[in-house]
């Protein structure tokens, strides 16, 4: 079953196919969605009002995304490896795309143990 977000603004409509988001980035008042295929979209919201949008049209669905720090929230189904000592969090579905996001230590140590604890 395909669970889509969607983003209606007066210039443009996005729907996205949650399963094959990667991550959401801050840039000001505007977000980056990133996909699998490596595409990369621009919706017109705040990172905090983007987080409430899939917590609004997802549901429990919502759960599979994970806010880290203030610059990404990234589909827990896709991370790959969470770096402490080089600050990384590695993003990939392991054949055919990999990224690697910046991210403090302290986001990603709380992230890890959410992680662990939750064993997601």
């Keep these: 079953m395909k ?12 729907r996205l196919d949650i399963s094959r988001v990667v991550y959401f980035e801050a840039d000001g008042n505007y ?4 996909a ?3 595409l990369k ?3 017109g919201a705040t990172l905090a009002r983007t987080e409430t949008a899939l917590a609004q049209q997802l549901g429990e669905q ?3 995304f994970m806010r880290v720090g203030k610059r990404f929230i990234v589909n827990l189904d896709f ?4 770096d402490l000592a080089h600050q990384r969090l590695v993003m990939s579905d392991m054949a055919t795309f990999a990224f690697q996001l910046p991210v403090s230590k302290d986001a990603l140590r ?3 143990e959410l992680i662990v604890a939750a064993r997601v």
């Design 3 to 14: 669970h889509l977000l969607l983003f209606n603004t007066r210039d443009q409509l996005l």
């Design 31 to 34: 977000t980056h969605v990133v």
């Design 36 to 38: 699998m295929n490596k």
């Design 41 to 43: 979209s621009t919706i």
């Design 62 to 64: 919502a759960r599979r």
């Design 79 to 82: 991370v790959y490896s969470v």
């Design 110 to 112: 709380r992230m890890r």
